[in-house]
């Protein structure tokens, strides 16, 4: 495409890529010099020109310029790059059918989910924390939402494959930074809002006023679907001027859950819907999975399918790998892994923890939490899981340049007693599992079945919670059976 089609009164030079990377191949390209936490694009001109590129988009004055290369000096490199984006790519977002999910927990279920039930009646995409997915194609990102270059073009990518609606994360980082801008929202889903990233945001308020960006940015012909039992939700309904509704299961709502029955395996609920009562049964589990299957029900709802479609899709719900697993290779007691790292999604996994286990049983959790982060929220993932467990074994999880030990007494300074310090994660899951008894239930948090532990220098390889704890208990049923066999 000739430059001057993508910006005004530019050369009439030929275009055939785009990059914000200085360090990937971009010949005859244009490069922008974003300014992240980190990194600023500026200081890195020389690398993209020495990769391709040919026109330099900046907003602050240059140390040399090279001869034959296009240089084009504007206020906002964002705002530049997003006209740019939506002309390179022949106006793409405004040919998908969007679905936005944000909110403190419960964003990758929802969205994933949306994604799989929509594949059975109309190819859907995926875009957040597990990377992009659709049809046999599966990406890392490497953030839960991208910026609007990428999603430009992994969005052209799913057009070109047949798919016409993405379900996607919208992670605070994201609308903070403004990455998502240029893009049209069909559906925008808020899910809650609790402490977490607050080493980012610094106060509550500045969390909320980043998630709220979804919303009040919607256009008015749009739908925002509203979790009415949060209080962050009660307080945006006022900020929004696109179409509302909300869902809840204590407040009345749009589309209210009633009379619920969970149980270790399944729950069923009445679904209340324009004074209409529909019986739904699931396997998700957990009030909280109630919840993300309400905002679900909503979105696709709105989207133009039948509600008795919908339920008939979530009977058997595909598992979501590290988000409420239930672990099963034949043993008495239960094992659940689960990516829940907030305090609220510690409540919400424990309340859950607590309606399956029997009077008289234990709860054991092995957790930790990530260094480098929020380190306010140590000392309340302890008392926390303090209230509710029997014992706490408190292990490593992402510790980066801090010291696990460290990070651990942390988490155990509000507390005095039934927790004990096992650093190698691995360990710390076999510690639990043979602590356990019959109708006992474990919990590991926080890593889900992520395949890496974030230290110092890079990331070590992990097997994942959820392969751990089948390895070692395989490992115990082959112990068993070779005693047997012995005796």
């Known amino acids: 495409m000739k430059l001057s089609k993508l910006i005004d009164n530019a050369p009439e030079i030929d275009i055939y890529s785009l990059a914000t990377d200085s360090r990937i191949k971009n010949k005859d390209g244009m490069f922008f010099c974003l300014k992240g936490m980190i990194n600023d694009g500026h200081h890195f001109v020389n690398e993209t020109i020495d990769n391709g590129s040919v026109c330099i988009v900046h907003s602050d004055d240059l140390d040399d310029y090279v001869d034959d290369i296009v240089y084009i000096k504007v206020v906002d490199v964002l705002e530049i790059m997003k006209k740019v984006v939506n002309k390179f790519y022949d106006d793409i977002f405004n ?25 059975k009646f109309n190819p859907c995409g995926y875009v957040g924390t597990i990377g992009i997915e659709y049809n046999n194609i599966h990406l890392s990102t490497g953030k839960t939402t991208p910026d609007i270059l990428y999603l430009a073009k992994a969005f052209k990518d799913m057009h070109k494959a047949g798919i016409n609606n993405v379900s996607m994360e919208v992670s605070s980082h994201g609308l903070d930074q403004r990455r998502i801008e240029g893009i049209s929202f069909d559906y925008a ?52 001027n696109a179409h509302v509704v909300t869902y809840g299961i204590d407040n009345e709502a749009t589309y209210q859950a009633l009379n619920i029955k969970l149980t270790p395996k399944d729950t069923s609920f009445v679904l209340r819907y324009d ?57 008495s007691f239960n094992i659940i892994v689960d990516y829940a790292h907030t305090p609220d999604g510690f409540i919400k996994i424990y309340e859950y923890a607590k309606a399956i286990t029997k009077r008289g049983n234990k709860i054991i959790t092995v957790f930790g939490s990530a260094g480098k982060r929020d380190t306010k929220k140590r000392p309340k993932l302890g008392k926390i899981s303090h209230e509710y467990c029997d014992l706490l074994i408190l292990t490593e999880e992402d510790p980066r340049d801090e010291l696990v030990s460290d990070i651990c007494h942390q988490i155990a300074s ?74």
């Not at 308020?205 to 939700?233: Q, S, V």
């Not at 390889?461 to 049923?477: E, F, N």
């Open 95 to 119: 040919k998908m059918k969007v679905f936005g999910v944000t909110g403190t927990n419960g964003k990758t279920s929802i969205a994933i989910t949306i994604k799989n039930i929509l594949d």
């Open 275 to 331: 004074n209409n009562d529909h019986q739904v049964v699931t396997n998700l589990v957990a009030k909280f999975n109630i919840y993300n299957l309400l905002a679900i029900i909503a979105a696709l709802h709105q989207s133009g399918m039948e509600i008795e479609d919908i339920i008939a899709n979530v009977i058997d719900v595909e598992q979501i790998e590290g988000r409420v697993e239930i672990i099963d290779e034949g043993q």
């Open 189 to 240: 889903i808020f899910t809650n809002l609790t402490h977490e990233h607050l080493d980012y945001h610094g106060t509550m308020e500045n969390y909320f006023e980043a998630k709220a960006r979804l919303f009040t940015e919607l256009k008015e012909d749009k739908c925002a679907i509203i979790n009415i039992d949060d209080d962050y939700g009660k307080k945006l309904i006022n900020m929004i």
């Open 414 to 487: 509000e507390i005095n007693d039934r927790y004990i310090i096992i650093e190698n994660r691995y360990d710390a899951i076999r510690q639990a599992i043979e602590l356990a008894n019959q109708n006992d239930t474990i919990l590991i948090l926080g890593k889900g079945d992520e395949d890496y532990l974030a230290r110092e220098f890079g990331n070590d390889p992990w097997m994942g919670d959820d392969k751990a704890a089948k390895d070692i208990l395989r490992k115990y049923q082959l112990q068993e059976d070779e005693n047997e066999e012995f005796e």
